[in-house]
């Protein structure tokens, strides 16, 4: 199984020089490789290199240094190579150095870009270019590029010639993937090693292009170490997750999910979290629910079991409920609380007990999150698995937060609150973030905004117990369910679009997806 790590500039430096220092490789090796792997992607996107027209915009870092090396491997293939070199020679770094020296030696075109009077020149050559390579700056980079640099980019921008990115467009920063001001737009990036935080942050990721994350050799086990904590979901990632069913087995082998929830007027969201839970694979669903709206949770669906609770003049779970629970908990391999729950007072009350009986996995979600804050301390109260699926709104009550707070930090809030509540943190939105108790973090990149919708939540909290039920421990149910939620979601784009979307048709397409992820 490949794990692709995201990793910010600082630790992608760090992994380069371990592999130079503790593995032997010097460094002027990493970057021959970089401008090798470069110089494929070059001729998949050319098809054949004799004779075309090549522009290479090279920076004084090592990123200008991949740069110079990748001219030489065009020039050795019959290119047209025209480097423009942004800074002065006696300023490359060591490596960047070494690499403009052979490159003299061989005779390339190397031209000055250092003010205006070379911007003609550049334009000239653009014009022609059948690809631009931007190796100006690298994960070097911070802040804005200079009005000069500004230009350039604007003059690469609105030229017709692909544009080829090394290691990330120069202007994005590889951390936040921040542009401030102009950045070139790259329509293929080739990432070294791993792809790069910001890379998938907006608005670096609409910079990017068609990313490949390519190998210059650094040693897997560097790459592994479990400091470098930030995961991007993927397929491959999959592998091995979901074993093949043995003929022997009966319902019985695959789970019982209990689903706690609803209320008068709220009946569609536990109805939807147990029916994505049994899409899922679960043996048996019971959904527990006030007995106000039992009947059309038992119209909706044949495959479900159900159970009436004892509900609140409002028709919402009563703390008299309890005792039903307790036993209904007994039966149960994995527990949800609180899709449709509604808020209100007593519900404190129920969820609280639900944490402190429930000696078996369970998720909160919801109104059950809501339920929850100020009282945040009951998560360590609790000796079995627990995970917890805010949005970004409910994150914030939790945190007494703001929700702009909660956005502009997803990944250390949900770092710090999984480690601090021993639970597992599935905070929902654009790129949902998983966070282990254990300090991991998985970024979700598939999905669209069509999943805005209502029941969307539920439906993920249904596939997560769903998987749970089956064994899978809290965290990769987590994040296998946050994965399979959104390629679900983009398989049913197709038929409905973003804007007709409704959170049935992501549980509709979800055998679809399961069966071609589960391998
Ligand atoms: N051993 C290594 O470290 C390897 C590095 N590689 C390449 O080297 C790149 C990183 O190289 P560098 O660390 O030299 O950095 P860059 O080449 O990205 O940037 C050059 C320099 O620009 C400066 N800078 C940052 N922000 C600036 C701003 N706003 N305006 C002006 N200057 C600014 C920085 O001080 C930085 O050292 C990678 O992206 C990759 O392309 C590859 O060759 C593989 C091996
Ligand atoms: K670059």
Redesign the pocket.
């Known amino acids: 199984m490949r794990r692709l790590k995201l990793l910010k ?1 600082e630790q ?2 760090e992994i ?2 371990r ?2 220092q503790e593995y032997l490789i010097p ?1 002027i090796v ?2 021959e ?3 090798l792997q470069a110089l494929d992607t070059i001729m998949d996107i050319l098809d054949e290199l004799s004779g075309k027209r090549v522009v290479i915009l090279a ?8 740069g110079l ?1 990748i001219a030489r491997h065009l020039i050795n293939a019959g290119a047209q190579v025209d480097v423009f070199l942004l800074g002065e020679a006696q300023d490359l ?1 060591p ?2 150095a070494i690499n403009y020296h052979i490159l003299k030696k061989m005779n390339g075109n190397i031209n000055p870009l250092l003010g205006k009077n070379d911007l003609d020149h550049l334009l000239a050559k653009l014009l022609l270019a059948d690809i631009i390579v931007d ?12 009005p000069f ?1 500004t230009q350039v980019a604007k003059l690469v921008n609105l030229s017709q010639a692909q544009v080829l990115a ?3 467009p ?1 202007g994005v920063e ?1 951390d936040s993937g921040s542009v401030h001001g102009e950045a070139i737009r790259a329509d293929y990036t080739v990432t ?2 791993a792809p790069k935080l910001g890379m998938i942050m907006e608005p670096g990721r609409d910079y990017i292009g068609i990313l490949s994350v390519v190998d ?1 050799s650094i040693p897997q086990v560097l790459l592994a170490d479990e400091k470098y904590n930030i995961h991007l979901l993927t397929a491959s990632m999959l592998k091995g997750y979901f074993k093949p069913r043995r003929r022997e087995t009966h319902k019985g082998s695959y789970g019982h999910v209990l689903v706690m929830g609803g209320s008068m007027g709220m009946s569609g969201a536990p109805l939807m979290s147990s029916w994505a839970a049994m899409r899922s694979g679960a043996g048996l669903v019971t959904a527990a629910v006030p007995e106000c709206i039992l009947a059309k949770i038992d119209a909706a669906i044949p495959e479900l079991m159900s159970r009436g609770l004892p509900y609140t003049d409002k028709g919402a779970i009563a703390t008299a409920a309890l005792p039903i629970i307790t036993e209904l908990l007994r039966s149960a391999t994995v527990a949800c609380i609180g899709p449709g729950m509604s808020s209100y007072d007593e519900g404190r009350s129920v969820v609280a007990a639900v944490l402190k009986k429930a000696e078996l996995p369970l998720l909160v979600d919801a109104d059950g999150l809501n339920a929850l804050n100020g009282n945040t301390g009951i998560f360590k109260e609790r000796s079995y698995p627990t995970v917890i699926t805010p949005h970004p709104g409910e994150m914030a009550r939790l945190l007494g937060l703001s929700v702009p707070e909660i956005q502009s930090n997803r990944l250390e809030i949900s770092r710090q609150s999984a480690a601090e509540w021993g639970v597992t943190v599935v905070l929902k939105g654009n790129q949902t973030v998983v966070a282990s108790p254990s300090g991991q973090l998985y970024v979700n990149p598939v999905g669209n905004p069509g999943m805005a919708t209502a029941g969307s939540g539920d439906v993920l909290s249904g596939i997560i117990t769903g998987l749970m039920a089956q064994g899978m421990n809290a965290d990769q149910a987590a994040w296998v369910g946050v994965y399979l939620h959104g390629r679900a979601g983009d398989e049913a784009v197709l038929q409905t679009g973003e804007r007709a979307l409704i959170a049935t048709d992501i549980i509709n397409a979800l055998p679809l997806v399961l069966r071609q992820e589960e391998n």
Not at 59 to 66: A, P, Q, S, T, V
Not at 136 to 146: D, E, P, R, T
């Open positions: 500039a992608m430096k380069d020089q592999a130079s460094s990493l970057m490789n970089a401008g920076g004084r870092g090592n990123n200008g240094g991949d090396v770094t490596d960047a190796a100006i700056y690298g994960i070097g980079f911070k802040g804005s590029l200079n640099e090394i290691d990330i120069s590889a070294f090693a210059i």
